[in-house]
DNA sequence: CAGTTATATAACCAAAAGGTTATAATCGCT
DNA sequence: AGCGATTATAACCTTTTGGTTATATAACTG
């Protein structure tokens, strides 16, 4: 099975969970709205549902899928040790062009 | 060449910006503290560069890495559309737990 | 200059992954 | 019971990908 990580590496399956963040929804609308194939579409079904990331209500025939955003709390952790980094990365270049701002309203004196 | 979900799908990759985030490293560095073969790591480090993660410093014979974190920002981004979801569903936990220990508080009484 | 060290790249392989087509299973409706 | 609709699964193909081995490049070192 997949991880997290790799789940939400695939582009179709981000735009399903996009789509599932709006609203519950069931595969014959996924299929209409995201304009995949249904196979295609029950195949991420069932890799995203296997790795936790939506739940599935059986209505009769039809099948409404729904977001769990649980399994995406592993990932928002790692990424918060690189957090401060890339403020780090901004904060300088805040920095640098507040400095040349100043540099200019110097020169324009 | 891949996107940063992509890149950041495949462990070692992830290893290598973990140990990046402690300290810049050389390749022989990387090789011997991850314990992968030197052609895998400077693969990896390849797309990590053209992904924009890593950046390269030459110093003679030896390529002195650094991260870059700036493009984890974007995955960063489309995480927090779903952390209120999460937190909502943490929420819903707490409470769960609160009332079923309010209840059992009652029951103790 | 010869040999050693550090790194990148090429060629190759096996496994996995996204996608398609065809088919099965299940339920509601008439 | 039979039919259409909804969804899942199986079988298959092609491309991609992680990994290995072998080789090239370049710089330091004795």
Known sequence: MLDTY????EPSRRRILDRLLQSDSSVTEL???LGLSQPLISKHLRMLRESGLVRVQVKAQHRIYCLDAG???EIDE???A???KWNQHVDALVEHLDRRKLSKEESAK
Chains 1, 2 share one sequence.
Not at 6 to 9: G, M, S, T, Y
């Open 6 to 9: 790799a789940i939400i590496a």
């Open 31 to 33: 299929v209409e709205e």
């Open 71 to 73: 399994p995406l709390a």
């Open 78 to 80: 790692w990424l918060s």
């Open 82 to 84: 690189y957090r401060k």
